[in-house]
């Protein structure tokens, strides 16, 4: 065998697989397809659940992220200008830490650097054969050269679009997916927050987000529609729609900037089952995909590297494959409990095109429950923090 565990992808899945799998002495190879540049130059997730903290400093990378990242004991849902404030550490006893993706993939890489990991960039052609023989294969092509790779086993880490799910027969995957009729236009921007928590406001012009990266850089978004184009969004276009949109009092403590990043982002929720076939185990993007309104995506990313590297250790250290055969099962409950998670607080705070007034009531409805019980808050933060591994 040439290696152990063969990873595509070099993503915050990818790296974090590989990150766990050589500090348990396993040998690895993460092929991705892009530069290093381009994967640390995408802006995406914000939100670390406690778990994902606790599996970034097992894995020896935690150190820059307790010292920038901010912990947050709680988060604002509005609904016009009231905010209901949901208080995580007194609900939960547990808390959130503000640090961004690229953050946590900058450090995931200089980890890797550190051991002397192989991860290939500029990877092309990728394809995953012998996944039920004795070795699996993975063929590719890098500065210009076809290779192939055997292992013991393939870990799909290559995102939505990537060619592991693939390569599970058609016939043989079961996928479940729902296409929301709008988008999140973000912009990051170099002035301090609205307000020291996250705001997810519900407005009746849409949604808005007020994130933030840290005590001077924000990550704002809003509603649009899925037609709309990043060119369609002045610096000013966007300014004016985020403040009609939170509430009055965070509003007044809004300061403008000009934007460093501005994207749009589709929301879509998606599961492909099963997770695992033959010698393949999918984690991730590669799997699943959920609307970023429970800031889940990376976090289910890394609960599944967490299940993936138990089952990869036991496998190919003492020989035991019970881990593998129930891989799919295990990430699968969790996986759908943040589904649902996500599709709840993606309904319960975004305006759906043609609309009945119906519709806009229960969301008002939800959110003054949520205001006046206890019991509602709770089971919000308990999903918001994170379910138990
Ligand atoms: P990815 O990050 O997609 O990494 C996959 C890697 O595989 C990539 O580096 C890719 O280049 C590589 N690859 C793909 N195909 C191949 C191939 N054929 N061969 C080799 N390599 C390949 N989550 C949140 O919680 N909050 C957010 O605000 C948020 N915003 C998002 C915005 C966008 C535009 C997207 C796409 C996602 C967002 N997410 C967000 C989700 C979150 O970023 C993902 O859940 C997370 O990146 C998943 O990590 P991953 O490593 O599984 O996949
Ligand atoms: C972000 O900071 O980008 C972010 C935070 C929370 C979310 C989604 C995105 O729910």
Redesign the pocket.
């Known amino acids: 065998m040439d290696t152990q565990v063969v990873i595509?992808?070099?993503?915050?899945?990818?790296l974090l697989l590989s990150q766990v799998l050589n500090r348990a002495g396993i040998a690895t190879v993460v092929?991705?397809?892009?530069s290093r540049a381009?994967?640390l130059s995408?802006i995406?997730?914000?939100?670390l659940e406690w778990g994902s903290v606790e599996l970034l400093r097992e894995a020896g990378i935690g150190a820059r992220m307790d010292a920038q990242g901010l912990p947050h004991d709680g988060t604002y849902l509005t609904d016009g200008d009231r905010m209901v404030h949901i208080d995580f550490k007194a609900l939960t006893g547990r808390r959130v830490m503000i640090y961004g993706?690229t953050e946590v993939t900058e450090d995931l890489y200089a980890a890797q650097d550190a051991m002397g990991t192989t991860v290939l960039h500029g990877?092309?052609d990728?394809v995953i054969e012998d996944l039920d023989a004795a070795q699996a294969s993975v063929s590719?092509t890098v500065e210009g050269a076809r290779r192939t790779l055997t292992c013991a086993y393939v870990a799909g880490?290559?995102?939505?679009?990537?060619?592991s799910r693939k390569t599970i027969p058609e016939a043989k995957r079961q996928e479940f997916e729902r296409v929301y009729p709008f988008g999140?236009l973000?912009i990051l921007s170099r002035t301090p927050p609205v307000h020291d928590e996250l705001i997810y406001a519900n407005s009746e012009h849409g949604f808005a987000l007020a994130s933030m990266r840290n005590p001077n850089l924000v990550r704002y978004y809003v509603q649009v529609p899925l037609s709309d184009k990043v060119e369609d969004w002045s610096d000013d276009r966007f300014w004016t729609e985020f403040k009609r949109r939170i509430p009055a009092q965070a509003a007044a403590a809004l300061v403008t900037g000009p934007s460093i990043e501005k994207?749009i982002?589709p929301l879509r929720s998606f599961v492909s089952e099963p997770l695992r076939w033959g010698r393949l185990l999918l984690?991730?993007?590669?799997a699943h995909?959920?609307p970023?309104t429970g800031?889940?995506?990376?976090?289910?990313?890394f609960s599944d590297v967490h299940y993936a590297s138990e089952a990869l250790i036991a496998a190919l250290t003492h020989g035991s494959t019970a881990g593998i055969d129930g891989y799919s099962a295990r990430a699968l409950q969790r996986i759908w409990k943040a589904m649902r998670f996500s599709w709840q607080m993606t309904t319960m705070l975004h305006q759906f095109e043609g609309e009945d007034s119906f519709a806009a009531q229960m969301r008002r409805a939800t959110l003054a429950h949520l205001a006046d019980s206890e019991t509602a808050q709770k089971d919000l933060a308990e999903n918001y923090i994170g379910l138990p591994y």
């Open positions: 595509i992808g070099g993503g915050p899945s990818g092929l991705e397809r892009s381009h994967v995408r995406r997730a914000g939100v993706q990877v092309e990728v590719f880490c290559d995102g939505f679009h990537g060619v999140w973000g994207s982002a984690l991730g993007d590669a995909i959920v970023p800031a889940k995506g990376l976090n289910l990313a």
